[in-house]
């Protein structure tokens, strides 16, 4: 086999390797945020009242949460946008406001750990409502609205 014939064929699999990448990252990014979703919908029901106040669930939650966006921004490599996704092309337009809002999230969700640490219902309350700001401060910017 020729150099020449054998580099074609490495590239060939570059080109379609690089897609399964692109996908693994949506994929993963994706089950990342259905859990963000569902620790979202456990505590927002207990700040509704539907379920009992439980500061140690929020405790758990929110460390879930935390665990979920560790290395979030590694999981949209550059024009990981298209197909099932519902992220939006100008994220990698607007990258540092990006990475800026994912920041927030992260921060916001700091804050509810120590809120629900300490206890205060008050206050647990008040920071829940700032990690809910952060992710829809992303969304409505950055993700294609599908309901
Ligand atoms: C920095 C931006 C950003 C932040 C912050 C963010 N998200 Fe997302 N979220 C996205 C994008 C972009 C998508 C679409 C991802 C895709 O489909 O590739 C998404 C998708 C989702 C989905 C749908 C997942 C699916 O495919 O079923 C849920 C649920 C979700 N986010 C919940 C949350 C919650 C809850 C928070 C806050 C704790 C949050 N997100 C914070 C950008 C963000």
Known sequence: MSVKSLLAGV???????QPTVANDAVTEREDRMKTLGSEAKTMASMVKGRSAF????FSFSA???ADAMEGML????AG?????SAAKAKIWDNWEDFSAKNQAAVNAIA???NA?????EKAIKKAFGMVGKS????????RIKRD
């Open 111 to 113: 804050g509810l750990m």
């Open 74 to 77: 590694d999981l949209f490599p």
């Open 54 to 57: 439980d500061a140690d669930q």
């Open 63 to 65: 460390e879930s949460m």
């Open 11 to 17: 590239a060939a699999c570059l080109l379609i390797a």
């Open 116 to 120: 629900a640490d300490e206890g205060n």
């Open 80 to 84: 990981s946008h298209g197909g099932d």
């Open 135 to 142: 992710c829809s401060g992303c969304h409505k910017k950055y």
